[in-house]
């Protein structure tokens, strides 16, 4: 093999190594879920978001006799999934599970106030935008009265 040849022949080489070591970088957007901290940060803000709605006069009527702990785990579960994480949601539909609590447009609104509290307090600016523009149109199936 001449000198050329083997010349050429590294550099192919070189080129290969390259384009494969950038083709592994390639950089996946972080989900949602990853971006406002996984399951730590969603279990803070909806049990915040839980307490403070039971600790309300004009909206805890809906949570007598519920099982705080069992709802909050739910919660989260729905929310983990609808921002990119990979848990399982069994729980029931919006609607479903909202049916026959007769939620008024004023609660949910204080319900979502309360999100939006908490999330001021632990999430960016843009993740709480994104999450609050999923929950937005779950006031269809939710407010029935
Ligand atoms: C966008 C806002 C809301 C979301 C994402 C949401 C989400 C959920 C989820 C995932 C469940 C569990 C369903 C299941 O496990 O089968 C649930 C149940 C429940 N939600 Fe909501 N909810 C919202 C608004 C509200 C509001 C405004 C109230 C009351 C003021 C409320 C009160 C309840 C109660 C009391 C239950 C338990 C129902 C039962 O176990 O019989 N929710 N909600």
Do not use: W
């Not at 709802?71 to 729905?78: A, G, I, T, Y």
């Amino acid at each position: 093999m001449n000198k050329h040849v083997l010349i050429a022949l590294m550099l192919l080489l070189c080129s290969c190594v390259q384009m494969q070591s950038s083709s592994t970088k390639v950089a996946v957007a972080p989900t949602l879920f990853e971006r406002i901290g996984g399951l730590p940060v969603l279990n803070i803000v909806v049990s915040e978001t839980i307490d403070q709605s039971v600790n309300d006069p004009k909206i805890k009527r809906s949570f007598d006799g519920i099982k705080l702990s069992t709802l909050k785990q739910s919660v989260v579960d729905q929310l983990c999934v609808l921002t990119g994480g990979s848990c399982v949601y069994e729980g029931e539909t919006m609607q479903n599970s909202h049916r026959d609590l007769k939620i008024t447009t004023a609660e949910f609104e204080l319900f979502v106030e309360a999100f939006r509290t908490s999330l001021n307090k632990h999430v960016g600016e843009r993740e709480k935008n994104e999450l609050l523009k999923i929950l937005a149109p779950m006031k269809r199936d939710i407010v029935t009265n």
